[in-house]
C-alpha cells in the first residue's frame, strides 16, 4: 500500500472530493462538503474591527459598532468620556452624592461629605457641620475676634483709613474725606468766643446734635454749687505735680514732707491740705508758710497756691486757724520774747517764754535756716524748758530761728523770727541787743533806745535798720553807733515802720533786736474815744518778757502808745508805741515791769490825747 507521501498531489479540491475517515472503527468515505459544512469559514476583517453577533440562527461572527464615549484602538477598547455630555444635571449636590476617582489606577467612587475634610478654615475663618464658612467669633487661641482686641493707636492722621460699608460692599476710606476733607489742623482759626458760638455733643442718644456756649455756661451756673473737689489720700512723701494734685483736696493720712515742684504745677495752682496724720506735716523747700513756719500742725488745713509774680514763684501756703481734736483741748498761742542768748563757731543757744494764751504746752520745737534761703531744720522737736542749745552750724554764717509750742491738739503758731550769726573760729560775736524802746514819734521820726548785750563779747557799735510794716526788705538808716539811742528821720506820716538794732564787733554782728513796730504820728490827729479790748491778767514774773495788750481807737488813723504804771491816776513814766494790727485795732508787747507790786495798764494818744487806763490792775511776783 502506498504511503501519504506517494500519492499524487491535487491542485484543487471539490466539496465532493471524498477522504478516508474512520467511524466507529471501521474505514469509510466522506466527502469534503460534507466533513466542513458544520465548520465556521475562515474569518478576515481589518484590523481594529470588533466582531460579535446580533442576529439569530446559524452564521459567522458580524461586525460590532463602538458606541459614543468608547474608542478601540489596535485591539485596546478604552472609554473616551465623551458620553459625560448627553448626562442629566444635577441642580444642587447632596451630601449622599458621588464622585468617580482614580485612586492608585484603580476607579473608585467618593461621597461629596469626605471633600470637606481636605479644606481647614484660616484666620478668624470658622466651617460649620453643614460646610457653611463664615466669619469666626472667636481665634485659634479663644480670644474673642471684636474690635475692643485690636491693636490700639494712639495718633491718627489725615491718610489713615477707617472701614465702612458702602451699598453692600465693604471699603475703606481715608480720615481726612471721612471728615469731609478738613481736619482741625486745617481748619481757619477762630475769633473770641460768643454766647452763639456752637460745639458737638450728643443729647439722649448717639446722634450729635449741636449746643450754644451760653447754654452750657447757663449749666454750668446751675451745677457749679453741686460740684464736689476729688478727694486724693497722701501716705508718704510726696511731691507735689500738677496733673496729679491740682484742684483736689489732698488728705495726709500719714506724717510727711510735701515738696513742691514749680515747674510742674505753675502759676494757678491750687489744693487744699487736710492734715489727720497725728503728727506735724513737713512743708520742703519753696513752700512760704503763712505762719512762718514750715509745717501744717495736726488737725489743721491749709491751701496751697503756686504764683508767678515780679518778685519771682513760690508756692503760698495759707494756714488755717487753731487745731482742735476735742472741744476741750486747742493748740497753744505764740511763743513770745525769742533771743539769741549766745553763739560760738559751731552753734547757738536760744531762750524765749512760754505763750500765755491757748492751750498748756506740753512742748517747743526749734527750727532754724540760713538766712536768705527757705528750708528749715529742726534743731529739736522735744524740748521741756524754755532755752536750746544746738550745734553742727557754720563758722561766720547767719541763721534765721524760730519756736513753736505743741500739745495734743497740734502746734500753735511760730514766735517770731530772730537771727543770729555764729563766731569766727576762735572769736565771739555780741549777743542779741535788748529792750528796744521807741519814743517822741513825730510826722517824720522818732526816737528809739536800747540796752547792750547782756551775752557774747563787748559791741563795738550798733546798726538800726527798718522797713515799713509788712514789707520784708530792710534799710539801714544808720550803722557805727557808739552809744545806746539814735533818733531816725526821713519817714512818712503817720506810717507803721518796724525796727531793729544789731550790734558788731572785730568777730560779726549778732543777733537782731526783737522786731518792734511804731507809726509815725499823723498830723494834726488826736484819740477821741478808747475801748479796751485785751488787756493784763497775770500775775507776772518781774521783768520776765513783755505782755500784749491792745484797745480800740478812734479815730483809726490816731497813732497810740501804752505804758504800765503803780498808779490808776498818775500816768506811766515810759511808753510803747502801739501798732495798728487792723481797722482801729491797735497794740503793743510792753516789757513786764521789773519791780514787784500792783500795776495798772494805760493807752493814749501819741500826742498825749485822751490818756485812758484799763480799770482791772495786774500783779508783778
Same mark, same amino acid.
Given at each position: 500500500?502506498?504511503?501519504?507521501?506517494?500519492?499524487?498531489?491535487?491542485?484543487?479540491?471539490?466539496?465532493?472530493?471524498?477522504?478516508?475517515?474512520?467511524?466507529?472503527?471501521?474505514?469509510?468515505?466522506?466527502?469534503?462538503?460534507?466533513?466542513?459544512?458544520?465548520?465556521?469559514?475562515?474569518?478576515?476583517?481589518?484590523?481594529?474591527?470588533?466582531?460579535?453577533?446580533?442576529?439569530?440562527?446559524?452564521?459567522?461572527?458580524?461586525?460590532?459598532?463602538?458606541?459614543?464615549?468608547?474608542?478601540?484602538?489596535?485591539?485596546?477598547?478604552?472609554?473616551?468620556?465623551?458620553?459625560?455630555?448627553?448626562?442629566?444635571?444635577?441642580?444642587?449636590?447632596?451630601?449622599?452624592?458621588?464622585?468617580?476617582?482614580?485612586?492608585?489606577?484603580?476607579?473608585?467612587?467618593?461621597?461629596?461629605?469626605?471633600?470637606?475634610?481636605?479644606?481647614?478654615?484660616?484666620?478668624?475663618?470658622?466651617?460649620?457641620?453643614?460646610?457653611?464658612?463664615?466669619?469666626?467669633?472667636?481665634?485659634?487661641?479663644?480670644?474673642?475676634?471684636?474690635?475692643?482686641?485690636?491693636?490700639?493707636?494712639?495718633?491718627?492722621?489725615?491718610?489713615?483709613?477707617?472701614?465702612?460699608?458702602?451699598?453692600?460692599?465693604?471699603?475703606?476710606?481715608?480720615?481726612?474725606?471721612?471728615?469731609?476733607?478738613?481736619?482741625?489742623?486745617?481748619?481757619?482759626?477762630?475769633?473770641?468766643?460768643?454766647?452763639?458760638?456752637?460745639?458737638?455733643?450728643?443729647?439722649?442718644?448717639?446722634?450729635?446734635?449741636?449746643?450754644?456756649?451760653?447754654?452750657?455756661?447757663?449749666?454750668?451756673?446751675?451745677?457749679?454749687?453741686?460740684?464736689?473737689?476729688?478727694?486724693?489720700?497722701?501716705?508718704?512723701?510726696?511731691?507735689?505735680?500738677?496733673?496729679?494734685?491740682?484742684?483736689?483736696?489732698?488728705?495726709?493720712?500719714?506724717?510727711?514732707?510735701?515738696?513742691?515742684?514749680?515747674?510742674?504745677?505753675?502759676?494757678?495752682?491750687?489744693?487744699?491740705?487736710?492734715?489727720?496724720?497725728?503728727?506735724?506735716?513737713?512743708?520742703?523747700?519753696?513752700?512760704?508758710?503763712?505762719?512762718?513756719?514750715?509745717?501744717?500742725?495736726?488737725?489743721?488745713?491749709?491751701?496751697?497756691?503756686?504764683?508767678?509774680?515780679?518778685?519771682?514763684?513760690?508756692?503760698?501756703?495759707?494756714?488755717?486757724?487753731?487745731?482742735?481734736?476735742?472741744?476741750?483741748?486747742?493748740?497753744?498761742?505764740?511763743?513770745?520774747?525769742?533771743?539769741?542768748?549766745?553763739?560760738?563757731?559751731?552753734?547757738?543757744? !536760744? +531762750? @524765749?517764754?512760754? *505763750?500765755?494764751?491757748?492751750?498748756?504746752?506740753?512742748?517747743?520745737? &526749734?527750727? =532754724? %535756716?540760713? $538766712? #536768705? /534761703?527757705?528750708?528749715?531744720?529742726?534743731?529739736?522737736?522735744?524740748?521741756?524748758?524754755?532755752?536750746?542749745?544746738?550745734?553742727?552750724?557754720?563758722?561766720?554764717?547767719?541763721?534765721?530761728?524760730?519756736?513753736?509750742?505743741?500739745?495734743?491738739?497740734?502746734?500753735?503758731?511760730?514766735?517770731?523770727?530772730?537771727?543770729?550769726?555764729?563766731?569766727?573760729?576762735?572769736?565771739?560775736?555780741?549777743?542779741?541787743?535788748?529792750?528796744?524802746?521807741?519814743?517822741?514819734?513825730?510826722?517824720?521820726?522818732?526816737? !528809739? +533806745? @536800747?540796752?547792750? *548785750?547782756?551775752?557774747?563779747?563787748?559791741?563795738?557799735?550798733?546798726? &538800726?535798720? =527798718? %522797713?515799713? $510794716? #509788712? /514789707?520784708?526788705?530792710?534799710?539801714?538808716?544808720?550803722?557805727?553807733?557808739?552809744?545806746?539811742?539814735?533818733?531816725?528821720?526821713?519817714?512818712?506820716?503817720?506810717?507803721?515802720?518796724?525796727?531793729?538794732?544789731?550790734?558788731?564787733?572785730?568777730?560779726?554782728?549778732?543777733?537782731?533786736?526783737?522786731?518792734?513796730?511804731?507809726?509815725?504820728?499823723?498830723?494834726?490827729?488826736?484819740?477821741?474815744?478808747?475801748?479796751?479790748?485785751?488787756?493784763?491778767?497775770?500775775?507776772?514774773?518781774?521783768?520776765?518778757?513783755?505782755?500784749?495788750?491792745?484797745?480800740?481807737?478812734?479815730?483809726?488813723?490816731?497813732?497810740?502808745?501804752?505804758?504800765?504804771?503803780?498808779?490808776?491816776?498818775?500816768?506811766?513814766?515810759?511808753?510803747?508805741?502801739?501798732?495798728?494790727?487792723?481797722?482801729?485795732?491797735?497794740?503793743?508787747?510792753?516789757?513786764?515791769?521789773?519791780?514787784?507790786?500792783?500795776?495798772?495798764?494805760?493807752?493814749?494818744?501819741?500826742?498825749?490825747?485822751?490818756?485812758?487806763?484799763?480799770?482791772?490792775?495786774?500783779?508783778?511776783?
Amino acid at each position: 500500500m502506498p504511503t501519504i507521501a506517494q500519492l499524487p498531489l491535487l491542485s484543487a479540491v471539490d466539496p465532493e472530493d471524498e477522504i478516508p475517515l474512520s467511524h466507529g472503527g471501521t474505514t469509510q468515505s466522506i466527502s469534503v462538503g460534507t466533513l466542513l459544512s458544520g465548520m465556521q469559514p475562515a474569518i478576515l476583517t481589518p484590523t481594529g474591527t470588533l466582531l460579535g453577533r446580533e442576529s439569530l440562527g446559524p452564521g459567522g461572527p458580524e461586525p460590532i459598532t463602538v458606541g459614543i464615549g468608547l474608542d478601540l484602538q489596535s485591539s485596546i477598547l478604552a472609554a473616551t468620556g465623551t458620553d459625560h455630555a448627553n448626562f442629566a444635571d444635577q441642580t444642587a449636590l447632596e451630601l449622599t452624592d458621588q464622585l468617580v476617582l482614580n485612586s492608585d489606577g484603580s476607579p473608585k467612587l467618593l461621597g461629596l461629605s469626605l471633600l470637606r475634610g481636605l479644606f481647614s478654615a484660616g484666620s478668624n475663618i470658622a466651617i460649620d457641620s453643614a460646610g457653611t464658612i463664615s466669619m469666626a467669633s472667636a481665634s485659634a487661641d479663644g480670644t474673642p475676634i471684636s474690635i475692643a482686641n485690636l491693636p490700639i493707636t494712639t495718633t491718627i492722621s489725615s491718610g489713615d483709613l477707617v472701614g465702612i460699608n458702602q451699598g453692600g460692599s465693604d471699603d475703606s476710606i481715608t480720615y481726612q474725606n471721612f471728615l469731609n476733607g478738613l481736619t482741625i489742623d486745617q481748619a481757619q482759626a477762630a475769633a473770641a468766643v460768643t454766647d452763639s458760638d456752637t460745639i458737638w455733643v450728643s443729647q439722649g442718644g448717639s446722634t450729635m446734635v449741636c449746643q450754644t456756649f451760653s447754654a452750657v455756661l447757663a449749666w454750668i451756673t446751675i451745677n457749679q454749687p453741686s460740684y464736689r473737689f476729688p478727694v486724693v489720700e497722701l501716705t508718704t512723701n510726696t511731691t507735689l505735680d500738677g496733673t496729679v494734685h491740682n484742684g483736689r483736696i489732698l488728705v495726709c493720712s500719714e506724717p510727711m514732707t510735701l515738696t513742691p515742684v514749680f515747674a510742674n504745677m505753675g502759676s494757678g495752682f491750687a489744693c487744699s491740705v487736710v492734715n489727720l496724720s497725728g503728727a506735724n506735716l513737713i512743708f520742703g523747700a519753696g513752700i512760704v508758710s503763712s505762719s512762718g513756719v514750715s509745717i501744717l500742725p495736726n488737725g489743721l488745713s491749709c491751701t496751697l497756691q503756686g504764683v508767678t509774680y515780679s518778685g519771682g514763684s513760690v508756692i503760698y501756703a495759707s494756714i488755717s486757724g487753731t487745731a482742735s481734736q476735742n472741744s476741750q483741748i486747742i493748740t497753744p498761742s505764740a511763743v513770745t520774747n525769742l533771743v539769741v542768748t549766745s553763739a560760738s563757731s559751731n552753734g547757738m543757744s !536760744l +531762750a @524765749w517764754i512760754s *505763750p500765755i494764751s491757748g492751750g498748756a504746752v506740753t512742748t517747743f520745737t &526749734v527750727q =532754724y %535756716r540760713v $538766712t #536768705g /534761703t527757705t528750708t528749715w531744720i529742726i534743731a529739736s522737736s522735744s524740748i521741756i524748758g524754755m532755752s536750746c542749745s544746738f550745734l553742727g552750724l557754720q563758722p561766720s554764717v547767719s541763721y534765721d530761728c524760730i519756736v513753736f509750742a505743741t500739745n495734743s491738739a497740734g502746734a500753735g503758731p511760730s514766735s517770731s523770727l530772730v537771727t543770729g550769726t555764729t563766731t569766727t573760729a576762735g572769736g565771739v560775736i555780741p549777743g542779741q541787743v535788748t529792750g528796744l524802746g521807741i519814743s517822741t514819734p513825730t510826722g517824720t521820726g522818732l526816737t !528809739l +533806745a @536800747w540796752s547792750a *548785750p547782756s551775752v557774747g563779747s563787748a559791741p563795738i557799735s550798733y546798726a &538800726v535798720n =527798718y %522797713r515799713p $510794716t #509788712g /514789707t520784708t526788705s530792710w534799710v539801714t538808716f544808720v550803722s557805727g553807733v557808739s552809744g545806746v539811742s539814735t533818733t531816725v528821720t526821713g519817714l512818712s506820716s503817720g506810717t507803721s515802720y518796724d525796727f531793729e538794732v544789731v550790734a558788731s564787733n572785730a568777730s560779726g554782728s549778732g543777733t537782731p533786736t526783737i522786731v518792734t513796730s511804731q507809726s509815725t504820728a499823723t498830723i494834726g490827729t488826736s484819740v477821741t474815744e478808747v475801748q479796751w479790748n485785751v488787756g493784763p491778767s497775770g500775775p507776772y514774773t518781774q521783768g520776765s518778757g513783755s505782755i500784749g495788750i491792745n484797745a480800740q481807737i478812734t479815730p483809726a488813723t490816731a497813732s497810740v502808745q501804752f505804758g504800765f504804771s503803780t498808779s490808776a491816776v498818775v500816768l506811766p513814766t515810759a511808753w510803747t508805741p502801739a501798732t495798728n494790727v487792723n481797722t482801729n485795732l491797735w497794740g503793743a508787747y510792753v516789757n513786764i515791769p521789773a519791780t514787784p507790786g500792783t500795776w495798772y495798764a494805760w493807752v493814749e494818744g501819741i500826742d498825749g490825747s485822751l490818756s485812758t487806763v484799763y480799770p482791772t490792775p495786774f500783779t508783778v511776783v
